[in-house]
């Protein structure tokens, strides 16, 4: 397992690279630069600029510096004050690390993913730190949305085919999957933000500081009464996709050899479902799960412009259209991570699942 | 004469496809004695399958149903059972053994949670009771270190202890019928004969009935008492095992013996076989299901489909010819 986990890292570190190399270039292949703008800025203000961000360097020169400042980890001294504590330096503009923590008067940090260049005062922490939380939390809340409602209709659909409540979960399958995003949000948000009143119609419900930089810190109702129209927009057409494999799959797994051996023992039709058939189906399941979570995190961007959700979508597509390298290259090289992550958690719910699979 | 066990009458099933109504079993009647062993033989998708499951209404339905007949176990009709009734008699009093022994189980639960199944719900002990009598089952059944490998999964298993596992756990509650759906017809012949051992043993200790299905005729002489061949969905013939040997009647069972290898034939010697295919059982048939393949057919056969007739005493056939002979029956 040690090892299974060392050789997945390794692999993960080679992913990010080749990543962060591909984005890199097809970045800096496109025409115009973060400071083009409709109205061209005075030769020497550009040139200030350029050599401010180091642009005016060959793109190699760039590209590993940009390496150096997001993995190599720098220390310093930090000056004692006189109530025998350290004195932390108040973190300049262009220098601001994900990871900073000390350990007696030796200050660690790690990981500079550099400025905004659109949004001078921000670096691309701020919006990892205040935007990103709010997109995950959005991302797994529709996750959560779509695995319980899809997996129970998957399951009900399975076990009473070809009636009423097949028909019915279907057909709300085949509704979610129809259905886009920028139809189903505003139709909520009139229904039940403007007509009914009874939930906001914007906005989100958690702030920062957040549990260990992700979570909610507040999840209770006030939390729910802003997260739910927009998981639900957000959700539905992954639970209808989940629903349908979970159909598909439980049906097949009913047909196996050993349900009818589980019959035989004259177990009980809820044991046969619940104990010998549940666990395979779900196995499919699992393995679209890794994608899914990927599309919703990363997919958030029109949900969170329909709902008011001040999330990381915007700054993802308002980066590309502004060349902001840094941003584009931070915010890639984090779903690129969440992706991975989500990945290797999923091989190991495999193994969870399937005891034939077991990785060495 | 022992006390009847099990008696099926006029047993038929069908299964309704998008071609049409197969006809897999068409009113087959039998009867099980106390400790007796029955052998079922015939080719493949002649019905012996179909009428086990339809006894223990493990037909999946749809597309499958029993459409007509009874299978009365100590007296009570088990087709006529609702699902809670026939639950407490599988696994309990009528246990099943299945053929294939790398699906038939669960490939993400332990062999042992699998083996104690039938004795946690029968026999309402606690979890940890029942996974140490199936301890005590596998060791029964011959598997090494039966208690280590209790926490072992299906896949850990090779094929031959696999079918062990499954007489084990078959077996888990001392049933008075084990139905054998050819458990060895997926191994290889040594362990083959390891496992009819097994049951050869269990079946003297425990004193059960046994219906063996199977298309090995072989197996059956060693074994069986008494045997029923089945062709189409029919019963054609049957009768204590050494008479059918020595003196089959219906000219099926007479080419099923001409087909098996014989240790004493000369090397030259090739194999016979019966010429045609199976029926095909879209439509009930009318004329006797064997006579497009049967070398004394006559005008008859093909009009009259012939009744399951008493021959001797304990020797019925369906047919309307004398193979001996090759006229009409007397």
């Given amino acids: 397992m040690g090892r299974y986990f060392v050789r997945r890292l390794l692999w993960m570190m080679l992913v990010l690279f080749v990543v962060s190399a591909i984005t890199f270039g097809l970045m800096h292949a496109v025409p115009g630069g973060p400071f083009s703008r409709e109205k061209a800025l005075p030769q020497e203000i550009l040139d200030n600029l350029n050599a401010r961000y180091h642009l005016d360097e060959p793109l190699v020169v760039q590209y590993a510096r940009y390496l150096y400042d997001v993995m190599i980890p720098r220390f310093s001294l930090l000056e004692k004050d006189p109530d025998g504590g350290y004195i932390k330096p108040i973190p300049s503009l262009v220098d601001d690390f994900v990871i900073r923590f000390n350990i007696g008067a030796v200050e660690f940090k790690w990981m500079n993913f550099g400025p905004s260049y659109a949004s001078r005062s921000r670096t691309v922490n701020d919006v990892f730190k205040q935007q990103l939380p709010v997109s995950f939390q959005l991302g797994m809340m529709s996750l959560g949305f779509a695995l319980l409602l899809g997996v129970p209709m998957g399951i009900l659909a399975a076990l009473k085919q070809n009636t009423i409540w097949d028909y019915l979960g279907m057909s709300v399958a085949i509704f979610g999957v129809s259905v886009p995003v920028i139809v189903l949000g505003p139709i909520l948000v009139w229904i039940f933000g403007v007509s009914l009143k009874w939930l906001p119609p914007t906005g989100w419900g958690s702030q920062p500081p957040y549990v260990l930089g992700l979570f909610p810190s507040n999840l209770g109702p006030e939390f729910f009464k802003y997260a739910i129209m927009p998981s639900v927009a957000l959700g539905l057409v992954s639970s209808a996709s989940i629903a349908r494999l979970t159909r598909a799959s439980l049906l097949q797994v009913i047909r196996e050899d050993y349900i009818r051996t589980a019959r035989a023992k004259g177990l009980m039709e809820r044991l046969v479902i619940t104990r010998h058939a549940l666990k395979n189906s779900l196995i499919p399941v699992v393995t679209i799960l890794g994608p899914l979570f990927a599309a919703l995190v990363t997919g958030t961007f029109i949900t969170e412009q329909i709902f008011g959700i001040p999330g990381m979508g915007k700054y993802f597509v308002t980066s590309i259209t502004n060349r902001d390298y840094p941003v584009i290259m931070g915010t890639i090289l984090l779903y690129a991570i969440l992706l991975v992550v989500a990945n290797v958690f999923v091989d190991l719910m495999y193994a969870y699942l399937d005891p034939r699979i077991r990785y060495d | ?330």
């Fill in chain 2, 1 to 330: 004469m022992a006390p009847k066990v099990l008696e099926v009458k006029d047993l038929a099933t069908q299964f309704k496809t998008r071609d049409g109504i197969v006809h897999a079993v068409n009113g087959v009647s039998f009867e099980l004695q106390e400790g007796e062993t029955l052998g079922i033989v015939g080719e493949s998708a002649c019905g012996k399958t179909v009428t086990v499951l339809s006894i223990l209404g493990l037909i999946p339905s749809p597309p499958g149903k029993v459409v007509s007949g009874s299978a009365h176990y100590l007296g009570k009709d088990l087709l006529t059972m609702s699902d809670e009734e026939i639950r407490f008699i599988r696994g309990a009093q009528i246990s099943m053994v299945f053929q294939d022994p790398m699906t038939s189980f669960n490939p993400v639960l332990t062999i042992g949670r699998q083996v104690a199944e039938p004795i946690e719900i029968h026999q309402g002990v606690s979890r940890k009771e029942a996974l140490e009598r199936a301890g005590e089952l596998l060791a029964l059944v011959g598997i090494p270190n039966a208690k280590e490998r209790l926490s072992d999964y299906p896949h850990q298993f090779s094929g031959g202890m696999r079918q062990r596992a499954m007489i084990a756990m078959a077996l888990a509650c001392s049933p008075t019928v084990l139905v054998a759906d050819e458990p060895t017809t997926a191994l290889d012949v040594t362990i083959q004969a390891q496992i009819l051992d097994i049951v050869k043993r269990l079946r003297d200790q425990l004193g059960m009935a046994i219906i063996w299905i199977t298309h090995d005729l072989g197996i059956i002489a060693g074994l069986a008492q008494r045997v029923n061949v089945m062709y189409g969905g029919f019963i054609v013939e049957e009768a204590p095992v050494k008479e059918l040997y020595a003196h089959p009647q219906h000219p099926y069972t007479i080419g099923l013996l001409g087909s098996l290898p014989r240790l004493d034939a000369s090397t030259h010697t090739r194999l016979v076989s019966i010429d045609g295919v199976p029926p095909v059982l879209m439509k009930k048939p009318t004329s006797c299901p064997f006579a497009p393949r049967c070398p004394f057919v006559m005008d008859r056969c093909l009009q009259e489909n012939p009744p399951l007739l008493s021959f001797d005493t304990h020797h019925r056939v369906a047919c309307w010819v004398d193979p001996k002979t090759g006229g009409a029956r007397a």
